[in-house]
């Protein structure tokens, strides 16, 4: 009998190798970017315009990708959600993609303090078919926020200025259902809050949220490495 090859047992896995085969493998080249914008994402020619229209802005970062609000317009389907409420609009990418999610009953409130952001986004809503399904309230969203009623709305985006974040946070908590979602934009703040320095202001308020959403009974979540961070809080 022929002997067979020398058998070695592989090196010990340590925590860093561990850590390392449970975490996604891919670098986010323009090119695979790309990739995904024309495979994964069936984008919807007003919100393709809508891009193309903010990208001379000089906020035109702030503008959520098509991949995430693709992601979001398909939680709105999954929940069946009806009433929706958005905290920051911008030009309104976030807001049509929702609204076209929407059942013909469905409505958005949209909280903002931009006239000239969201008339680009007024402009979307309507070229989008969706106008009578959104309505914008101009003004400090935590003043807006406070008006609304308990319980209202089956999710909540919140997109707006980080020093408010937690506010914002808990007065979705008070007018999202039970079983309804929160979904927070920029919560990893371009890598910042994994570096201890915590090198800015925002970094330190974003991290403090998610530490505190960490332990947060009121919720069950999960922060995805989307774009730039988003956490989705589901109301227990």
Known sequence: MRPGPERRDPPPR???HRQMANRSRLT?????????????????????????RTA??????????????????????LIGA???LEIGTFTG????????????????ICLDVSREWTDIARQAWTDAGVADRVELRLG????????LEDDAFDLAFVDADKPNYDAYYEGCLRV???????????VLW??????????????????ALNQKIESDERVDHVLLPLADGLTLARVR
Request: glycine share 8%; no cysteine.
């Open 56 to 77: 001379p802005l000089p906020e035109s970062n702030m503008q959520i990708g098509p991949e995430q609000g693709a992601f979001m317009a398909l939680l709105v389907k």
């Open 82 to 84: 009806r009433r929706i």
């Open 28 to 52: 986010l080249t323009d090119d695979l970017v790309a990739y995904v914008h024309r495979h994964g994402v069936r984008e919807h020619p007003v919100l393709a315009g809508l891009r193309e």
């Open 140 to 147: 400090p969203a935590t003043e807006s926020l406070a008006a």
């Open 93 to 108: 990418y976030s807001s049509t993609a929702m609204a076209l999610a929407l059942p013909p009953d469905g409505r958005i």
């Open 176 to 186: 999202v259902r039970p079983g309804g979602l929160i979904l927070l934009d920029n």
């Open 190 to 207: 371009s890598g910042e809050v994994a570096d201890p320095a915590l090198p800015s202001e925002n970094a330190r308020i974003m991290h």
């Open 14 to 16: 340590t925590a860093y």
